[in-house]
């Protein structure tokens, strides 16, 4: 079946057996992003320290795709410096922008490479980014409070999900895909 | 008993002459194959219908004889156009049982059709006192329900917030259907306007208008039906069914995207303030100032969306011919039909009502694996589509549905006249299929 090369075993796999999950204290910033189109929802805190991602914790509601994105990327990131994470995160965004034509690196990426057959299906991207984004917009209120303050420009309104805590944040603002 | 079981009750759905495989022969994608020859089996209906050869016909015949704008012209092409043009309005007004052609205001879709309303009430603070019965402000409520498609809440919460009005809701009973134990608790004496979907598009409960309207005009409260999902699956008349407006959109009942329709009546529309403002919905214009064109031109700015309009005067005169009361039976049986063969898979959890009484043929389900974990409806909907089926996965527009019944998402399959059992056969065995690669 085609669909393999989407729903890869180790993908199947984090989904039944989620690591990381539970939201945990302490934290440095908490969000709440969702997907709109599909319902998809995380809420996603990040604890940083001396530079250095030392927790990411989440609780969320999506397909197996999404869920199964935010153990391996919880899993990728943690212990990782701050900068090398988020280089992690471009170049996880890259594999997901190819469309099917990237493998991605595994000595980089490791199981997270297992979502490149994802790149082929435009509407399931979001999906697999959903995490990785709320991450990159939490580190970002994590390691600079002041941004955490103010309302983050040019993205849409804050989620009206009761769940959406303190640090409610905008909706997934990834750059539209064309439909194949 | 309900309309569909009466017509149901005249025999099965062949004995109206209804046959589904020579319709399915009028709408050409239909006989496309997906993913390398499978047939594709369409069941996203509720989303956007297939369109007839007749439908596609007339638009592009309207580009290659007649194109021109219409109500400005006065060469042979601008009034052929005009003609066209309006003899949609006269089909239209046929269609739903209105009496004054008048009454008949093209939009872009249901969901500009219900702006417009809620714009006007607003605008209505600024109008004469001609347009006293649109005005509102704090201390007034609006009512809505809670099954409302967005585009049937969304322009409301707006409108509250615009003018100082509340928003209130009719809520739901557990199978799906509208809880109207408190029903006068909700509509009170201090609602100016009760706006309702007629045909839920995520749970298919067809609502009790009646008995809604009735409350409604007890209060003295303005009367608005969201028909988005019920006027291209069965018969309607406006006057029976006793509301002051009635919104539908073109592209779910065979015709082009790009058109829909409001209805309203004509006491009421011609002291409704309008809504945009531009070319042909006016009457003298100055620096200064200027006065509104009658109804339906007063809530018709601009350059309409002409071959569309066509292609809903071909869409109506498609679905008159083969008969909205023999579309309705067969729409009512492959509901039924579904519902039974959902019932057959397990894990299957059906979000909206359980059987086919007042439901249309749209059908939310949540699927469970072996273990009885919910999987989620993206999951289900890609591995269906594997098959070739099309089904839509998602809040379908009605977040505060999912809210209420605790999911986050559903799959939904949806039916229309060229839906067959066999469809359905397809769908179930498709269902199997994802709760096996799930459960492994």
New interface residues.
Partial sequence: ???DS??QEIILDHYRNPLHRGLRDPFDAEVHHVNP?????VTLRVKVSDGVVEDVSYES???????ASASVMSDLVIGKKVDEALELEREFLALMQSRGTAEGNEDVLEDAVAFAGVSK?PA?VK?ALLSWMAWKDATAKAVDPAAAAAPTPGLAAPSLTPAAGAGAGPALDVPEQEKP | MTLTESLIAGGTPGATGFDVEQVRKDFPILARTVHDDLPLVYLDSAATSQKPLAVLDAERAYYELHNANVHRGIHVLAEEATGLYEATRDKVAAFIGATDRREVVFTKNSTEALNLVAYAMSNAETTGGEAERFRLGPGDEIVVTEMEHHSNLVPWQMLARRTGATLRWIGLTDDGRLNLDNLDAVITDRAKVVSMVHQSNILGTVNPVARIVARAREVGALTVLDGSQSVPHMPIDVAELGVDFLAFTGHKMCAPTGVGVLWGRYELLEVMPPFLGGGEMIEIVTMEGSTYAAPPHRFEAGTPMISQVVGLGAAVDYLTALGMPAIAAHEHAVTAYALDALATVPGTRIIGPPTGTDRGGAISFVLHDDAGRAIHPHDVGQLLDERGIAVRVGHHCARPVCLRFGVPATTRASFHLYTTTGEVDALVEGLHGVRRFFSR
Avoid: F, N, V
């Fill in positions: 079946m085609k669909l989407m729903y189109t599909c319902g998809d929802e509601e999506g397909c197996s795709i999404s869920q299906y399931r999906c």
